[in-house]
C-alpha cells in the first residue's frame, strides 16, 4: 500500500516560518506524478495551497505566492512546502497530495496524508 507522511508542522508566531515534508512510501510505486499542499481551515473547505509537477512548473494560491515555496526530491519521493512570512490566516490543518502510478498501466490515483496542523499565533 501506499502511505504519505506528513511532518514539519507545529505553532509559529506572526512573521515566522515552517518547513513541512511529506514522503510516499510504498512497494508498488511506479510513478509519482503531481505533488501538491492543500490546507483546511475550521469551518472552511480544503483549499489548494501548491503543485507541483514531475516536470514543468509550479503553482500557488494567489494567498501564499511570494511567501510559500514548494519543491521536490524525486529521488526521496518526498514534497516539501517552505512557508515563510507565516500569518494568522495560515493556520490551519495541511495535507499533502500525490498522484501516482502504482504499475506502468495503471492510471494514477489521488493519495492524501493525514493532515499537519500549521498554528500562526502570538
Known amino acids: 500500500q501506499v502511505q504519505l507522511v506528513e511532518s514539519g508542522g507545529g505553532l509559529v508566531q506572526p512573521g515566522g516560518s515552517l518547513r513541512l515534508s511529506c514522503a510516499a512510501s510504498g512497494s508498488l510505486i511506479f510513478r509519482i506524478n503531481a505533488m501538491g499542499w492543500y490546507r483546511q481551515a475550521p469551518g472552511k473547505e480544503r483549499e489548494l495551497v501548491a503543485t507541483i509537477p514531475s516536470g514543468g512548473s509550479t503553482t500557488y494560491a494567489d494567498s501564499v505566492k511570494g511567501r510559500f515555496t514548494i519543491s521536490r526530491d524525486n529521488a526521496q519521493n518526498t514534497v516539501y512546502l517552505q512557508m515563510n512570512s507565516l500569518k494568522p490566516e495560515d493556520t490551519a490543518v495541511y495535507y499533502c497530495?500525490?498522484?501516482?502510478?502504482?504499475?506502468?498501466?495503471?492510471?494514477?490515483?489521488?493519495?492524501w496524508g493525514q493532515g499537519t496542523q500549521v498554528a500562526v499565533s502570538s
Open positions: 497530495n500525490a498522484a501516482i502510478q502504482l504499475y506502468w498501466w495503471a492510471q494514477e490515483r489521488d493519495y
